[in-house]
C-alpha cells in the first residue's frame, strides 16, 4: 500500500474475506421476532386451543372470544413494527459517510463500505467509522464521548490511534484502518448489549401468573366440568358448549387486549411529543422508577459550549491601556476559519467588530493550548489555557491577581480562558513574552433549557436523580449544581469507587453526582441499585452507553446518540427534549392505574368462572351458561366500559404490589358472584315446566345484576360520564333481551315475571354483599381513595412552578 491508497482490486479482495466495515447492526428487532413475541403467549395458547375445539363442533356464534386473540396480537405486532421502521429510518437517516483515497484520488463513500488497510481522509466534522492510526495530522482533535462520556476533546498526532465512534472537531489528518467491522473498538463496546430483552413489568408479570395460575388449574377443572357435562347432556355438541363456556370464562382474555391497546395508545401519544417507544410495557416502567441515572452530556448538557461571563481585570497604566475585551474576542473568533467549540462559543456571542484588519495570526492548537492575532491600529492579542499564558505574563501583581480569579472559577468545574495583550506582537508559533492580562473568560457548558425544570419534577416526585458522566467529577457537579440536583456540591471520582456490588450500593444510596465514570461501572452502578429494590431508569447517548441502558429496568436515549444506544433503549427521544419526561411518566400512570383498575373486572370474572366449574362439576349438573352468554355479559360489564375506563385520565402514583390488592378485590366478589348464580340457576331449575335455556337466562340475569355493580364500583368516582357509561350498558343489556333477534342469537328466552324478579332480587342481594365488603371489609380498590391521588402540580412541573411561586433559573455565576 501507497499513499495512493489501496488499489480497486486489493479493495475487492479485502471485502471476499470478510476484513470490511460491513456487519450487521440490527436498530431493533427484527419482524420475525416481533411477530413470534406477540404470537407465541400462555394467553394465545390457552384461547387457541379453546377455539379450535368451538370450531370443530361447528359452532362459531361460541367462537367470538377468538377475535380478542387475534386483536391482541395483532395491537402488539403494529405498535412494535411501526417502532421499528421509525428507528430503521433514523439509522438511514443518520448513516455515516467517509471520505477515503482509492487508487490515488478521494472519493466519498458509506461507511460501512471501508475495508482494512483503507486511507480515510478525515476533516471537520466526520464521524470517523473504523478503528485507525493517524499518518498525518493538521491540529486534528477529536470528540471520544460517546465512546468514553469525558467531554474535552483529544489531540491527536501523527502515529495515534483513534477510534470508530468519535468526531473531528478541530484539524484534519489522514489515517490507515486498523480494524473493521466487528473487531472496531466501537462494535465491541457495544456487542454485548445487542441481545434484546423485554423489559420488567410487573402488570405483564401479575398477569402471566394469573394465566399460568389458570392454566393448572383447568386441567383438573376441565375433567371435572366435561365428565358432568358429559353426564348432565343428552349430546355431545351441548356438553363441549358448556364445558368451553366454563373453560374461557376462567382467561382474563380482555385484561391482556385491553393493557395491549392502553399501552399503545399511551405509545401513540407519546409518539406525538417525538418520544419513540420501542417496547409497550417500557410505559409502565418509567412510571415505576424511583432512580434515574442521568448522562451529562447530550442528556443535562448539548454538548456544546456557551459564553457564561467575561470579568475584566484591573488594567495595568503603564504596560497596556483599557481595551473593549468584546471587541477583541470578536476579532480573535473572526480571524480562525475552524474555531474550536470554546472559541466557537465566543464567536455565538461576539460577532466580528469593523475597521480590525487582521496583520497576523496563529491559529489554535491543542498542543500549544492557545490562538493569537494582530490587528492594524489595535495590537496583537493571545487567547489560551491561563495554566500556559499566565507563566508568560506580566507584571506579577497582575499576573497574581489573574490567578485568584482563574482559580475561582475553575475550582467550581466551570472552564476558564484568559485574554492577554502582547506588547511585543507576536512571534510566530512561539509564545511571546511580557503578556498582559486583560480579562478572565468563563465557559460553561450549554444547559438543555427543560433540565432544571425536570430535575425539580423529579425532586416532587421522590425520584432520585444519579448523574453520572465520563467527564471530571468537578466539572460534573457543576453542571448538576447549575440544574439543581440534590448532593451535587460532593461530586464522587468513580477511580475509587469499589468493586464489590454492596460496598458500591452504599456508596450511591449516599451520593448524587459521579465523573471519571468508565462504561463498565456504569452497568455495575445499575446493576448495585437494583440489588437495593430501586427501580432505575438510565438515559444516554453514547456507545459507553449501551450496557447500562440495556440493564437498566428502563433506557432512554437521545435521537442524535449513536445506533447502538438507540437500538436497545426503550425509549427514543427523537427531538432531544430531556423535557418530555414528565409526560412520560405521567402517561405510564395512567396506563398502571386504569389498567388495575380495569384488572379487578376481569378477575373477577376469572373467580366467579372457576368457582362455578367447580360446583357445577361436584354436582354434575348443566352449566349455567353457554360461551355467548358470557360474550354478552362480559362485552356490557367488562370489555366496553373497562376500554373507556383504561384510557381515562388518572394521576394516581405508581405503587408495587399490583396482584396482591387486585386479588384482594376480585377472589371475594368472583365467590359472591358464583354463588348468587348457583342459587337462582338452581330456583330456576326446580320449577316446573322451566326449560334450561329459561333457567340459563335467569343465571345470566342474576349474574348481570351482580357485575354490574361490580363495575359501577370501580368506576367511582362517578363523574357524570362514567355514570353515563354504566347506564348505558344497562340499557344495552334490556335492549338485548328486548329484541327477538337478539334473545334468538345469545339462547335468551325470557323466563316468567316470577323468576326475572327472583333473578333481580339475587343479584341485587349479591351486590350489596359486595358493596359492604369493600366499604367495611377493607377490600382495598385502588384509586378511588383520595390518598391515591397524585399532587396536581405533578402533571406539569411549570405550571406547578407558576402556582407556587417558585421560580426555577439557572444559578448565577459566582
Known amino acids: 500500500m501507497s499513499a495512493t491508497g489501496l488499489t480497486s482490486a486489493e479493495v475487492e479482495a479485502r471485502r471476499l474475506d470478510g476484513r470490511s466495515n460491513d456487519v450487521p447492526d440490527p436498530t431493533s428487532r427484527t419482524i420475525a421476532q416481533i411477530i413470534r413475541a406477540n404470537v407465541f403467549t400462555p394467553f394465545n395458547a390457552l384461547l387457541g386451543v379453546l377455539l379450535v375445539v368451538i370450531l370443530a363442533i361447528r359452532e362459531p356464534a361460541d367462537g367470538l372470544f377468538g377475535i380478542v386473540l387475534v386483536a391482541n396480537a395483532l395491537i402488539g405486532i403494529v405498535q412494535e413494527v411501526r417502532a421499528k421502521r421509525s428507528l430503521d429510518r433514523l439509522a438511514v437517516l443518520n448513516a455515516p459517510r467517509s471520505t477515503v483515497r482509492r487508487d490515488g484520488a478521494e472519493q466519498q463513500i458509506a461507511s460501512k463500505d471501508l475495508v482494512l488497510d483503507d486511507i480515510v481522509v478525515l476533516s471537520l466534522g466526520d464521524q470517523i467509522a473504523v478503528d485507525a492510526t493517524v499518518l498525518e495530522a493538521s491540529g486534528l482533535e477529536v470528540d471520544e464521548s460517546l465512546l468514553t462520556g469525558e467531554a474535552d476533546p483529544v489531540a491527536k498526532t501523527d502515529g495515534d490511534p483513534v477510534l470508530s465512534g468519535s468526531f473531528v472537531v478541530a484539524g484534519s489528518a489522514e489515517v490507515r484502518a486498523t480494524a473493521v467491522g466487528e473487531n472496531s473498538y466501537a462494535f465491541r463496546l457495544s456487542s454485548e448489549a445487542r441481545r434484546f430483552s423485554l423489559v420488567r413489568s410487573e402488570l405483564r408479570t401479575g398477569i402471566d401468573r394469573v394465566i399460568k395460575l389458570v392454566s393448572w388449574l383447568m386441567v383438573p377443572t376441565a375433567v371435572l366440568l366435561v365428565s358432568s357435562q358429559l353426564a348432565a347432556h343428552d349430546g355431545l355438541v351441548g356438553a363441549i358448549q358448556a364445558s368451553v363456556a366454563g373453560l374461557v370464562a376462567m382467561v382474563p382474555e380482555g385484561l391482556v387486549l385491553l393493557t395491549?391497546?392502553?399501552?399503545?395508545?399511551?405509545?401513540?401519544?407519546?409518539?406525538?411529543?417525538?418520544?419513540?417507544?420501542?417496547?409497550?410495557?417500557?410505559?409502565?416502567?418509567?412510571?415505576?422508577?424511583?432512580?434515574?441515572?442521568?448522562?451529562?452530556?447530550?442528556?443535562?448538557?448539548?454538548?456544546?459550549?456557551?459564553?457564561?461571563?467575561?470579568?475584566?481585570?484591573e488594567p495595568m497604566a503603564s504596560t497596556a491601556p483599557a481595551v473593549d475585551v468584546a471587541a477583541v474576542l470578536g476579532a480573535l473568533g473572526a480571524a480562525d476559519p475552524h474555531p474550536n467549540p470554546s472559541l466557537a462559543a465566543i464567536v455565538a456571542a461576539h460577532g466580528p467588530p469593523a475597521g480590525w484588519d487582521r496583520t497576523d495570526?496563529?491559529?489554535?492548537?491543542?498542543?500549544?493550548?492557545?490562538?493569537?492575532?494582530?490587528?492594524?491600529?489595535?495590537?496583537?492579542?493571545?487567547?489560551?489555557?491561563?495554566?500556559?499564558?499566565?507563566?508568560?505574563?506580566?507584571?506579577?501583581?497582575?499576573?497574581?491577581?489573574a490567578r485568584h480569579r482563574v482559580d475561582h472559577y475553575a475550582s467550581a468545574g466551570r472552564r476558564v480562558l484568559i485574554l492577554t495583550a502582547s506588547p511585543a506582537g507576536l512571534t510566530g508559533e512561539t509564545l511571546p513574552a511580557g503578556l498582559v492580562p486583560l480579562a478572565v473568560i468563563v465557559l460553561d457548558e450549554a444547559l438543555r433549557p427543560a433540565a432544571p425544570d425536570t430535575i425539580a419534577y423529579f425532586g416532587r416526585q421522590g425520584v432520585t436523580v444519579k448523574v453520572i458522566?465520563?467527564?471530571?467529577?468537578?466539572?460534573?457537579?457543576?453542571?448538576?449544581?447549575?440544574?439543581?440536583?440534590?448532593?451535587?456540591?460532593?461530586?464522587?471520582?468513580?477511580?475509587?469507587?469499589?468493586?464489590?456490588?454492596?460496598?458500591?450500593?452504599?456508596?450511591?444510596?449516599?451520593?448524587?453526582?459521579?465523573?471519571?465514570v468508565t462504561p463498565q461501572q456504569k452497568r455495575a452502578m445499575v446493576h448495585a441499585l437494583q440489588s437495593r429494590g430501586h427501580v432505575v431508569a438510565m438515559t444516554g447517548d453514547g456507545v459507553n452507553d449501551t450496557l447500562?441502558?440495556?440493564?437498566?429496568?428502563?433506557?432512554?436515549?437521545?435521537?442524535?446518540?449513536?445506533s447502538a444506544a438507540r437500538a436497545v433503549a426503550r425509549f427514543v427521544l427523537l427531538a432531544n427534549d430531556f423535557g418530555v419526561f414528565p409526560s412520560v411518566i405521567t402517561e405510564g400512570r395512567k396506563v398502571i392505574a386504569n389498567v388495575e383498575r380495569v384488572a379487578n373486572l376481569f378477575l373477577t370474572k376469572t373467580f366467579y368462572a372457576l368457582m362455578l366449574a367447580l360446583a357445577i362439576g361436584v354436582a354434575r349438573i348443566p352449566f349455567p351458561f353457554i360461551p355467548r352468554h358470557f360474550t354478552i355479559i362480559s362485552s356490557l360489564t367488562i370489555g366496553i366500559p373497562g376500554f373507556f375506563l383504561a384510557l381515562a385520565p388518572n394521576d394516581r402514583r405508581a405503587r408495587s404490589g399490583f396482584l396482591t390488592r387486585v386479588l384482594r378485590f376480585a377472589i371475594p366478589s368472583g365467590l359472591i358472584a358464583a354463588v348468587a348464580v348457583l342459587v337462582a340457576f338452581g330456583i330456576a331449575r326446580n320449577e316446573t315446566g322451566v326449560t334450561l335455556d329459561e333457567a340459563r337466562t335467569v343465571a345470566v340475569m342474576t349474574l348481570f345484576v351482580v357485575t354490574v355493580w361490580v363495575l359501577s364500583i370501580l368506576s367511582r368516582p362517578l363523574e357524570l360520564w362514567r355514570i353515563a357509561l354504566v347506564g348505558a350498558m344497562v340499557v344495552g343489556f334490556i335492549g338485548a333481551l328486548s329484541f327477538e333477534v337478539f334473545r334468538t342469537y345469545f339462547a335468551l328466552p325470557l323466563p316468567g315475571a316470577a323468576l326475572t324478579l327472583a333473578a333481580i332480587g339475587i343479584g341485587a342481594i349479591g351486590a350489596a354483599l359486595i358493596e359492604l365488603g369493600w366499604r367495611l371489609a377493607g377490600w382495598h380498590l385502588p384509586g378511588l381513595d383520595p390518598t391515591d391521588r397524585a399532587d396536581p402540580e405533578d402533571a406539569n412541573p411549570k405550571d406547578a412552578d407558576r402556582r407556587s411561586g417558585r421560580i426555577v433559573t439557572e444559578a448565577p455565576a459566582p
Open 260 to 313: 395491549s391497546i392502553a399501552f399503545a395508545v399511551g405509545a401513540t401519544r407519546l409518539a406525538g411529543r417525538r418520544v419513540l417507544t420501542q417496547e409497550l410495557a417500557a410505559i409502565e416502567g418509567l412510571a415505576r422508577v424511583d432512580v434515574i441515572c442521568l448522562d451529562k452530556t447530550g442528556t443535562l448538557t448539548e454538548g456544546s459550549l456557551t459564553l457564561g461571563l467575561i470579568e475584566h481585570l
Open 361 to 401: 495570526t496563529v491559529p489554535f492548537s491543542s498542543a500549544r493550548k492557545w490562538s493569537a492575532a494582530a490587528f492594524a491600529d489595535h495590537g496583537a492579542f493571545v487567547l489560551g489555557a491561563p495554566d500556559i499564558l499566565l507563566d508568560c505574563a506580566a507584571p506579577a501583581e497582575a499576573v497574581t491577581a
Open 469 to 516: 458522566s465520563g467527564d471530571s467529577p468537578v466539572t460534573v457537579g457543576a453542571v448538576a449544581t447549575r440544574v439543581g440536583v440534590p448532593g451535587a456540591e460532593d461530586p464522587i471520582d468513580a477511580r475509587t469507587l469499589p468493586t464489590d456490588q454492596e460496598a458500591l450500593a452504599e456508596v450511591l444510596d449516599t451520593h448524587s453526582v459521579f465523573g471519571r
Open 548 to 562: 447500562a441502558l440495556k440493564d437498566a429496568d428502563v433506557g432512554v436515549a437521545m435521537g442524535s446518540g449513536s
